[in-house]
């Protein structure tokens, strides 16, 4: 079964430096998603970033962007010139693609919390 | 376009009873999936329904229990509500086309206590 692991439950940054959250799964699949997902207190979980397996570049969003190292099944998000409105849970994700008539279900990690000083 | 709408948002329910969460997908997503969060066990996933059937289920009792429409709307049930029950249940849609479409979108969120 894959698992997803998050080992920073809380990191903090200042307002306009740089962070990088760390995520590492384990799978015996080669073609699968990664997923980032942010969850402010509101708790309206929003995507940040997704990343297919087999795309050698790494994704890119704005300001976020990810370090995919398939090899060491490593996940990690950078978040550039870090804001105030980005203070979440950020929860790293695993899916595997379509398969028998199921889409796969998201497989997550225990989140990091994110917090932004100004 | 509107995204994933989820009610009610709050719900207070006592041990024993049954409750049904409404989720309405985005509009021409047709895949809706379950998914409850706690402190404890984090995110863990529910259910899949796609064309009203339902494709794939998680580790969870025959309590819980769901279903989809023709419209892709999905409810789900719990019945003989327990105290581990209370939880934030939330609601994801995808298109379910292809490769680059299936993304999965939140809802907000139904936040139940059982007392």
């Known amino acids: 079964a894959q698992t997803v692991t998050q080992s920073q439950p809380e990191m903090s940054v200042q307002e306009a430096e740089t962070v990088t959250l760390s995520c590492t799964y384990d799978t015996s699949e080669s073609d699968y998603y990664l997923f980032w997902y942010k969850q402010p207190p509101s708790r309206q979980m929003i995507l940040v970033i997704r990343?297919?397996?087999?795309?050698?570049q790494n994704a890119t969003e704005n300001r976020f962007s990810v370090n995919f190292q398939k090899a060491a099944k490593s996940f990690s998000l950078k978040i550039s010139d870090s804001q105030l409105g980005d203070a979440a849970m950020y929860f790293c994700?695993?899916?595997?693609?379509?398969?028998?008539?199921?889409?796969?279900?998201?497989?997550f990690g225990k989140g990091t919390k994110l917090s932004v000083k100004p | 376009k509107a995204g994933v709408t989820q009610t009610p948002r709050y719900l207070i329910k006592t041990r024993g009873q049954q409750v049904t969460l409404s989720c309405s997908p985005i509009?021409?997503?047709?895949?809706v999936s379950w998914y409850q969060q706690t402190p404890g066990q984090g995110l863990q996933f529910l259910f899949e329904?796609?064309?009203?059937?339902?494709?794939n289920k998680g580790n969870f009792p025959g309590r819980f229990s769901g279903r989809q429409f023709s419209n892709s709307r999905s409810e789900m049930n719990v019945s003989t509500l327990e105290l581990g029950d209370s939880a934030l249940y939330l609601c994801a849609s995808s298109y379910r086309g292809g490769r680059s479409t299936d993304t999965q979108y939140f809802g907000p969120g139904t936040r139940l206590t059982v007392l």
């Open positions: 509009s021409g997503h047709r895949s």
């Open positions: 990343q297919e397996a087999y795309k050698q």
């Open positions: 329904y796609f064309s009203e059937t339902q494709r």
């Open positions: 994700a695993y899916r595997s693609p379509l398969r028998g008539g199921s889409q796969g279900n998201l497989i």
